[in-house]
């Protein structure tokens, strides 16, 4: 049951690294010779949620002994692991185990393993088997993960480039501008699903900064990468020779078909499910034309209490969590927590001012927001884009229907008492009464028509494959 719902929670955050390996329980690693070799091991993502970021480990081979290290293990019983999880105070472990046994997991989903020969002198070996042995030791081995700056790439990463003197690497790539978190992980998960739609609703501005890439080594690929553009200086026989700190790439196995990053634009499902809110946008406009200003009440407020509930994780993951790029989070500005107390006024008799005051304020909130994305100081994609049209023209329909009474009731006020009546007045009563029995007969035919084109679009969503 644990299992179960820490799926849904990554289907909501979407950050989530780990591959799961038997760790040994004993606190030392048996002796290693120089003939030692050592491999950097990078596994393509998978289909599930929790492989959609892929996995690294280091391989050693000394005769006969074959290991795989890895920093990407957890358990599921830990204490309040749940909570723990969505605060960011996870801990995770180092461990090892038979690289075939690493191996079969990869080879049974169908994911690529790429394997490249660490090109080290014996010293800079021994330096790695130190640093190995060192975080093997049972106060080293378990760490506080952090799926920015601390996990199983980065771990790798550090440990590696560690072991060879600062002085003898050319990183050409190190420095380079590569790109923002949020399109890194929108090239893993894409941007036609419900989890791209989570994950991006849940990211803050801060996965929207430009990144170098020794930044982007959090991710296992990109690492693998960065270090295939790692050259060693050394001085053989008085001359200064450069080699590739990874030798040629070896693919232990192709699984089903090498993984590719999504590229980043608009598909047929991406369309398909920016339409669900904007067919319910048009549920409301045609209420609202076809009644002469008044908004469709109880949809507003499902939605406004949607918006509320997603407001609360935002809130929560703001304040409380150390995942770093859930912070400073303009989508607060239409996930509003405010539009709570416009969900209760709008039930209250009469008080128009109040509700037309509470409708001024997340209006404007939310068109804020709306600036923020065009601005770029928060990125977004089409499907949040929808949700976030929805709200704003929702917010508007709601402030015009108060604003439309407020004028009605100064008008009033002024026949009343300046003596100037409106010669139409009683016409157009009337011929806005006549339009009112006609709406209440007329308006099951587009809502119905609508309601299927929502659900149709689902199942369209659920059977295409992009």
Not at 94 to 114: D, I, K, N, P, W
Not at 164 to 191: C, H, L, M, Q, S
Not at 202 to 208: P, T
Not at 301 to 307: E, K, R
Request: hydrophobic residues 40%; glycine residues 8%; proline residues 3%.
């Amino acid at each position: 049951m644990k299992r179960i719902w820490f799926i849904i929670l990554e289907i909501i955050l979407g950050i989530v690294t780990a591959v799961k390996c038997s760790g040994q329980d004993y606190n030392w690693l048996p002796p290693i010779s120089d003939n030692a070799e050592y491999y950097l091991l990078t596994c393509d993502p998978g289909d599930e949620v929790y492989e959609k970021f892929g996995h690294s480990g280091i391989r050693v081979k000394d005769g006969e002994w074959d290991i795989t290290f890895n920093w990407g293990l957890f358990s599921f019983e830990e204490p309040n692991f749940i909570g723990k999880f969505v605060l960011g105070e996870t801990d995770y472990m180092m461990g090892y185990c038979q690289t075939e046994m690493f191996l079969s997991e990869y080879r049974e989903r169908g994911s690529a393993v790429h394997q490249h020969q660490l090109n080290l002198s014996q010293q800079q070996k021994s330096n790695l088997w130190k640093a190995i042995s060192e975080n093997w030791k049972v106060e080293n081995r378990v760490y506080r993960y952090n799926f920015i700056y601390d996990n199983c790439a980065t771990r790798i990463y550090e440990i590696i480039m560690n072991a060879i003197d600062k002085d003898e690497i050319e990183n050409f790539f190190a420095d380079a501008p590569y790109g923002t978190y949020r399109d890194i992980v929108n090239g893993y998960t894409g941007t036609d699903s419900w989890i791209s739609l989570g994950i991006n609703l849940v990211f803050g501005s801060e996965a929207d900064k430009r990144i170098s890439y020794k930044e982007a080594t959090t991710f296992p690929l990109e690492m693998m990468m960065l270090m295939e553009g790692v050259e060693k200086k050394e001085y053989i026989d008085g001359y200064d020779v450069k080699e590739p700190l990874l030798g040629k790439e070896v693919i232990l196995f192709n699984g089903d078909k090498l993984f590719k990053k999504n590229v980043i634009g608009t598909t047929g499902k991406e369309f398909l499910l920016f339409m669900i809110p904007m067919l319910i946008l048009l549920v409301l406009l045609v209420y609202f034309i076809r009644v002469h200003g008044h908004y469709y009440k109880i949809p507003t407020l499902v939605l406004l209490w949607l918006s509320v509930a997603l407001s609360i994780l935002i809130v929560f993951l703001s304040v409380f969590s150390s995942h770093p790029l859930v912070h400073d989070n303009y989508n607060l500005l239409w996930c509003n927590p405010l539009n709570a107390l416009l969900a209760i006024v709008l039930v209250l008799r009469h008080r128009h001012t109040l509700k037309g005051c509470v409708a001024f304020v997340t209006t404007v909130c939310t068109l804020l927001c709306g600036i923020a994305y065009l601005t770029g100081e928060q990125e977004y994609t089409m499907m949040l884009l929808g949700w976030w049209i929805l709200f704003a023209v929702l917010q508007l329909l709601v402030l015009l229907s108060y604003l439309q009474k407020t004028f009605c009731d100064i008008k009033a006020w002024a026949n009343k008492n300046l003596g100037k009546r409106c010669g139409r007045r009683h016409h157009s009563h009337h011929r806005h009464h006549v339009h009112g029995e006609n709406d209440r007969g007329g308006y099951g035919k587009p809502l119905s028509i609508t309601i299927i084109g929502i659900i149709t679009t689902i199942i369209m969503c659920m059977n295409i494959e992009i």
